[in-house]
C-alpha cells in the first residue's frame, strides 16, 4: 500500500531564511509519480512540481528545489531566502502508475507541513 | 487554458439534507477523480472514474454516489448530510497522468 508521511506539522521561520520540507514515502510499485501542491489560505491546491520514480535529478525553480533520494525513499522540498507570500500549507502525495484501461490512479497525500513566514 | 471547474463554489445545507456537486474536467482528460478535505486534513480519496465508468473507489460513504456523464462531467451527489460531512470537496482530472493530475477550486460544504 501507498503511505506518505510529513512528520513536520508546522514550520514557523523568519522571512528570507531558508526552509526545507520533508517528505518520506512508501510504494511497492517501482514506477510512481510524486507531487508538492501548496494550499494557499484560499484553499485552492496549487500543482508545484511531478516527478517520476526514474527521474532523480534535483530540480530548482526559482526560489524552490527539489531532492529526491530513492535510497532514502525521500522527496524533500527546500524553499530559498523564503518570502511571506510562501505562507501556505504544503502537500507531498504520491501516485503509483497508470493502470491500463483504468487510467491515472488515485493521489495519496501526506498529512501536509503548515509552513508560516514572518516579516 | 481551460482548467477544471468545480460548482458551486460554496454550499450550505442542514442537516439530513442531499447536496450534488458537480465538476467539469479539462477536454479530454480522461480520468475524473473526488476528494474529501476535512478541516485541518489532508485530502481524502473518494472515487473516480475512467472514461465514464467507476475506476477506484476510496472512503466513500454510502450515503455518497457519483457518476460520469456522456459529456464527461461529474456529479457527487450527497444524501442525508452529517455535521461531519462539512469539508472543502476537490474534483481533479487526469490525461492517463501524463500530465498530472488538476485540481479544481473545490466546493466548501457546510453542513449545518
Known amino acids: 500500500a501507498q503511505k506518505v508521511t510529513q512528520a513536520q506539522t508546522e514550520i514557523s521561520v523568519v522571512e528570507k531564511e531558508d526552509v526545507t520540507l520533508d517528505c518520506v514515502y512508501e510504494t511497492r510499485d517501482t514506477t510512481y509519480y510524486l507531487f508538492w501542491y501548496k494550499q494557499p489560505p484560499s484553499g485552492e491546491l496549487v500543482f508545484l512540481i511531478r516527478r517520476n520514480s526514474f527521474d532523480e535529478q534535483n530540480e530548482i525553480s526559482g526560489r524552490y528545489s527539489w531532492n529526491f533520494q530513492k535510497s532514502t525513499s525521500s522527496f524533500n522540498f527546500t524553499i530559498t531566502a523564503s518570502q511571506v507570500v510562501d505562507s501556505a500549507v504544503y502537500f507531498c502525495a504520491l501516485s503509483e502508475a497508470a493502470l491500463k484501461r483504468q487510467g491515472a490512479q488515485k493521489l495519496v497525500f501526506g498529512q501536509g507541513t503548515r509552513l508560516t513566514i514572518n516579516p | 487554458a481551460a482548467g477544471v471547474i468545480q460548482s458551486p463554489r460554496h454550499l450550505i445545507k442542514e442537516k439530513r439534507e442531499t447536496a450534488t456537486l458537480k465538476c467539469y474536467p479539462i477536454?479530454?482528460?480522461?480520468?475524473v477523480y473526488w476528494y474529501q478535505q476535512g478541516p485541518g486534513q489532508d485530502p481524502q480519496f473518494l472515487i473516480s472514474f475512467y472514461e465514464k465508468m467507476q475506476s477506484d473507489k476510496g472512503s466513500i460513504p454510502d450515503r455518497f454516489s457519483a457518476q460520469q456523464f456522456s459529456d464527461y462531467h461529474s456529479e457527487l451527489n450527497m444524501s442525508s448530510l452529517e455535521l461531519g460531512d462539512s469539508a472543502l470537496y476537490f474534483c481533479?482530472?487526469?490525461?492517463?497522468?501524463?500530465?498530472?493530475?488538476?485540481f479544481g477550486s473545490g466546493t466548501r460544504l457546510t453542513v449545518v
Open positions: 481533479a482530472s487526469s490525461l492517463e497522468g501524463l500530465d498530472g493530475y488538476t
Open positions: 477536454p479530454r482528460h480522461d480520468t
